[in-house]
Structure formats: C-alpha cells, structure tokens
C-alpha cells in the first residue's frame, strides 16, 4: 500500500474523503473509549485545527504503544480518510498503522494541556512554536513576509540586499553593536588604553546595521523603486514590550516620490498587510480575536477601510497641550513625542491610524528635506492603536548645499559620508522613504502585546539563549 502524504490542513478537506492518506505531527491529546478504540488528535503545523485519529484496539501495536501516547509524541499515522460526524472537522482518519517515532514523558515535557503564560513560554523558545498560539504567529507572520513581497513585487520594486556590517551609523537611528575580531581578553590584559582600530578586520570601526537606508537610497538613484528586508539591530537598553536588539525592517526608498508620495505608498502598504492576514489567515486570526485582543478583526478591517489622518507635527502638539490629559512628559514644540503621547493621538482622540509629518529640524536626522520654513523637515511617523510608531520615513534632502550644511549643524563629518552625498553631486533627483519594524507590524497584526512574543528567538537586554 502506498499512500498520498498529506498535511493536516489538507487531510481535513472534505476531498480527502476516500482516500488512503499518511500524515506525521505531534500528538496534542489522547481519548481513549470504553468502546476499544482511541482518539487522537494530531497537529503538524500546517494550521491551527488538528486531525483526528481513530485508533483501533485491533492494531499491532495499540496496548504496547498507542495507549500510553502522550501529548508532544510524534506519529506517523496511515489509513482511509473518512467522513467525520463529530463536532469541528468534515474528516477523520482511521488508523490502519501508527508508528512512533518519540514519545514524550508527562513527568519532563514542560507543555502539557494546562495552559501556560506567555512569559513562562519565553523560556521554552525551542518549544513554544508547538502551542496554539505561537504556531499561529508563526503563520501569520510568514503571511505578512509574503504579502510585503508580492506588495512590492507587483509595483515593480526591486528587492536588494544592503550589508549588515557598516561603518555607516544612519545617525540617530540606535546605539549600535561594534564588529571587532581584535582579541579583548588579550586587550584586557596587557591593560591598553587605546585601540588601534587599523588591527581590526576592517582596519577601522564597524557595526551591525541599524538601517539599510543610506545603501538602499543609493540603489533607487540608478534603479528607481526599491526595498529592503532583512536584519537590523540596535544596542538598546531599554526593556519595552516594543523594542527587540534584533529584529527585522523593510525598508523602501524611491526616487521622483515626494513626502505626499510616501505617505500613500505606507498607507496603502499597511492596509495591504492587514487585509491579507484577515483573508488569508482567517483561522488564526479567529483565534487572536477570541483570545489574544478581543474585537481585533473588526478594527483591522476599519484600518483596512478607513484613510488614515494625515496630521502636522505642529497640530499634533496644539492637541496633546489642549487637550486636558496627564502626560508623563510635558509636550512641548521642538521635542521629541514619546510613545503615551502618539498612543493618545491614534488611540484616544482619532482613533485611526495618524501620520504625523513636518517634525522639528533639530530633533531629525540630517538626510530629511528641510521645509521652507527653516524649522522643519519632511519626516513622518505613522502611528497604530496598540503600538504607536509602526513605521518611520521621510523625503531624504537632495540638494547638496543644503544637505552639507544639515551635517555641519549636526556636527557630522561630511568626508565620512562622501558616497552619500555624491548621489546628490551627480544626477540628484527627490526621493522618499520609510522603515517598517516587522515585529511591531506582526503586533499590530495579531494583537499579541510584547514583541518578544512575535519573533521566534527574541534578542534583548541580557537574553541571547538559543
Ligand atoms: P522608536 O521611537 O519606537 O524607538 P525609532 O524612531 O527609533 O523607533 P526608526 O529609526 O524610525 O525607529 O525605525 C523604523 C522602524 O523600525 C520603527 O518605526 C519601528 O517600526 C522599527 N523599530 C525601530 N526600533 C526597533 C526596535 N528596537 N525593535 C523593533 N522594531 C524597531
Ligand atoms: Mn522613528
């Protein structure tokens, strides 16, 4: 007998019926009924539900194995697909063998059916992907990666792959993580003082990247539209529930855009997101909206309808000091908001995602178009209900003079940054950009509250285990 391999998600479709199939997965529960048979129930990943087994006494192997399975065994289990009239499944599958490959001993298998705290799950990372909800983060988040591709795919954005080491700071984006090969135990003994960074692999200082912008502006001043997606880290010390040392950014960045240009393209990109999860992850999302962040699918689907408020730095703060609420830090022109005051905007007073744009010069970086004004610069900020800051750009400044006087305002040695401003010495043209923190799209996706809980293996302050 040979028989069709199939995936839960497939063997539970109505199709399968009549056919002799295999499936392998994980035990997640055992019935044993008094009528000499076991139910069990089998995950493999390929979606939320399981398969349900039927397990006859008759098989060869069910008093010696079959009826001491446990939850987290894994199976592989033939025979005839079947209709099912039990509750929740068309499909069953009855057992004509069962093999085990590993059982799992109740004693020691920490994810037994009680249920577990999402902090407690942390410190089984290696097994967390086996429990309901990190499987369907886990398929959501592979949905949004995909949904981001095809999203720039089909606008004919090119993806291109900027370095994750640099000598580039993208200054003001995060502390950074120093690359080194030189032997610190050795510089620790022989005591020096000074390093010599031309010892160095690089023969001067290097880091992981916070940003593939700088790079990816290059590549849209030759090839038009493109995008970035991959790793980005930031040494930062503060223990959020929104910020991970490492974590993953998507970075587009296109000549002839302005800000307008921008704003559209991250607005229509958001929504994009958000419309793919709820049509095409509807199980899991089911399963975010019942027990993670009640009413979730309804205000994503109102993200997914609405336009998003376009908003002033400016207006946003006569808002935020008229507004009568307690603030931690007092709101003042020309600093910096903090996240209670972007979450009162999107989450209080317009309950819509805002982009806020035109910030302060002195608080932005030295690549933002400077505005007529003298006093502000094109940046944006879009910001979420539950999140705040989800994605952050801006019209990068084109006009050589200017942008050389911006990085002696900020005491940036220009000579570091010779190649950068030579886009604007040679064929310069106005363009735009932005970052999305795919953990804080992934939060804004499923609800889940701490970003540590959306990456697989989160990196932060103290915590690099697995
Ligand atoms: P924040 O103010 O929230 O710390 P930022 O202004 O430093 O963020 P940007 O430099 O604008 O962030 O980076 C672009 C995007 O990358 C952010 O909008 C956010 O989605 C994401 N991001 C930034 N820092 C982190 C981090 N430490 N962990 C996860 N995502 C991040
Ligand atoms: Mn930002």
Redesign the pocket.
């Known amino acids: 007998m040979s028989s069709e391999k199939l995936s839960v998600k497939q063997a539970r479709l109505p199709e399968c019926i009549g056919k002799t199939i295999k499936i392998e997965g994980w035990v997640r529960t055992r019935r044993d009924s008094k009528a000499g048979f076991s139910f069990l129930e089998i995950n493999d990943g390929s979606c939320l539900s399981n398969l349900q087994i039927i397990a006859d006494a008759n098989l060869a192997n069910y008093e010696s194995q079959i009826k001491t399975l446990n939850t987290g065994a894994s199976v592989a289990v033939e025979g005839l697909m079947k209709e099912s009239g039990g509750k929740g499944q068309a499909t069953e599958l009855v057992a004509k063998s069962v093999v085990v490959y590993g059982e799992a001993d109740p004693e020691t298998y920490p994810l037994q059916k009680k249920r577990h705290s999402f902090e407690k799950l942390r410190e089984w990372a290696h097994l967390r992907s086996r429990t309901n909800t990190f499987g369907a983060v886990a398929r959501v988040r592979n949905c949004i990666c995909n949904s981001i591709h095809q999203f720039f795919q089909e606008q004919e954005f090119l993806y291109v792959h900027t370095p994750i080491i640099t000598a580039s700071d993208c200054e003001g984006?995060?502390a950074m993580f120093q690359v080194t090969t030189l032997d610190l135990d050795k510089i620790a003994e022989k005591e020096i003082k000074y390093l010599d960074f031309k010892q160095d692999f690089f023969q001067r200082r290097a880091y992981l990247t916070v940003?593939g912008q700088l790079e990816g502006e290059t590549y849209a001043c030759a090839l038009g539209k493109i995008y970035t997606f991959g790793p980005t880290f930031?040494a930062?010390k503060s223990n959020t529930t929104?910020?991970?040392?490492e974590?993953w950014?998507i970075e587009p960045e296109m000549a002839f855009y302005e800000l307008e240009d921008n704003m559209d393209l991250a607005e229509a990109f958001i929504k994009r997101i958000a419309k793919d999860a709820i049509t095409l992850c509807p199980e899991d999302m089911q399963l975010f909206n019942e027990h993670v962040e009640p009413g979730l699918i309804e205000a994503l689907q109102k993200v997914v309808d609405s336009q998003f408020v376009r908003l002033p730095y400016t207006e946003a703060v006569e808002i935020l000091t008229g507004c009568g609420q307690k603030f931690e830090y007092e709101v003042k022109w020309g600093s910096d908001l903090q996240?209670e005051h972007e979450r009162y905007l999107t989450e209080q007073h317009f309950k819509s995602p805002v982009i806020l744009y035109n910030y302060p010069r002195k608080i932005k970086p030295f690549y933002m178009y400077c505005n007529d004004d003298e006093k502000t610069v094109r940046g944006m900020?879009v910001l979420v209900p539950r999140v705040?800051?989800?994605?952050?750009g801006s019209q990068r400044e084109h006009r050589l003079e200017v942008l050389e006087a911006r990085m002696a305002e900020q005491g940036i040695p220009a000579e570091d940054y010779w190649w950068y401003s030579d886009l604007r010495r040679f064929g310069t043209v106005p363009h735009a950009g932005f970052?999305?923190?795919l953990?804080?799209a992934v939060q804004f996706i499923t609800g889940m509250t701490n970003?540590r809980d959306v990456i697989p293996f989160p990196r932060f302050p103290g915590n690099v285990e697995f």
Request: glycine share 20%; net charge negative; hydrophobic share 40%.
């Open positions: 984006a995060g940003s930031r930062e929104r910020h991970l040392a974590f950014m996240s900020d705040g800051e989800i994605i952050g970052g999305l923190g953990e804080r970003i």
